[in-house]
């Protein structure tokens, strides 16, 4: 299996542009989490889908961070309209019931 | 609310120079204490799943336990890459989410 997969790896916009992540979970996973980590804050659960559906939102900063999960083996972050603050690592991570999550690479954000 | 304190926030050992890294938790409901690396740029890497009290798991140099209250990473003679931020993360009975954190920068000089 090739893991979890995130695009792009790096993204480098202005303040006020949309900004969209793309996860591709691990084949047979049920759950999939969406992270952002910085040095300040550390890893920050956003949130978690549960077989495609959204269980818990509660990490979502504000109204212009959006998570879809169309179909179990896609899911997209948005960010509109982004801000400096919003820089940092977005990770994507998924996993079977009860099992360990496995993450994605990242996409390195970069808000100017 | 689940709560994880990792310490020492930073350590740095000798190549061969064996210790151990903490993880202080508290959790309504244990249903499992994760162990992680990550390396720089990197996404965290899973390495140990831990469920009950007196649990141990090796991979490697490397050994977890389990108590109650707390989690040690063991490190073995451990070698220069060995060297990555170690993550601990906890499940409580709240849900699926994992609470993590902030990890250990381990440095291992050759």
């Known amino acids: 299996d090739a893991g979890v997969i995130q695009s792009p790896r790096h993204e480098v916009t202005e303040m006020g542009q949309e900004v969209t992540l793309r996860c591709k979970p691990i084949s047979g996973h049920d759950y999939l989490f969406w992270y952002r980590q910085t040095m300040m804050r550390g890893l920050e659960l956003l949130i978690y889908f549960n077989n495609n559906v959204p269980i818990d939102d509660s990490g979502m900063p504000e109204d212009r961070f959006s998570a879809k999960m169309p179909n179990a083996s896609f899911s997209t972050l948005k960010i509109q309209p982004s801000e400096p603050r919003d820089s940092a690592v977005y990770f994507c991570?998924?996993?079977?019931?009860?099992?360990?999550?496995?993450f994605g690479p990242g996409t390195r954000l970069t808000v100017l | 609310e689940d709560q994880v304190t990792q310490s020492p926030e930073a350590l740095r050992l000798q190549e061969g120079e064996s210790s151990s890294l903490n993880c202080s938790y508290t959790?309504?409901?244990?249903?499992?204490l994760f162990w992680y690396r990550q390396d720089p740029g990197k996404g965290p890497e899973f390495l140990f799943t831990?469920?009950?009290a007196g649990e141990e798991k090796e991979k490697e140099r490397l050994k977890a336990t389990l108590t109650k209250k707390e989690s040690f990473l063991h490190i073995t003679a451990p070698k220069p890459e060995d060297s990555a931020t170690y993550l601990c993360?906890?499940?409580?009975?709240?849900?699926?989410?994992?609470?993590f954190g902030t990890g250990t920068r381990l440095a291992v000089r050759p």
């Open positions: 831990l469920y009950s």
């Open positions: 959790v309504s409901g244990l249903r499992g």
């Open positions: 993360a906890v499940r409580g009975s709240s849900g699926d989410k994992l609470t």
């Open positions: 991570a998924s996993s079977a019931p009860q099992g360990g999550q496995f």
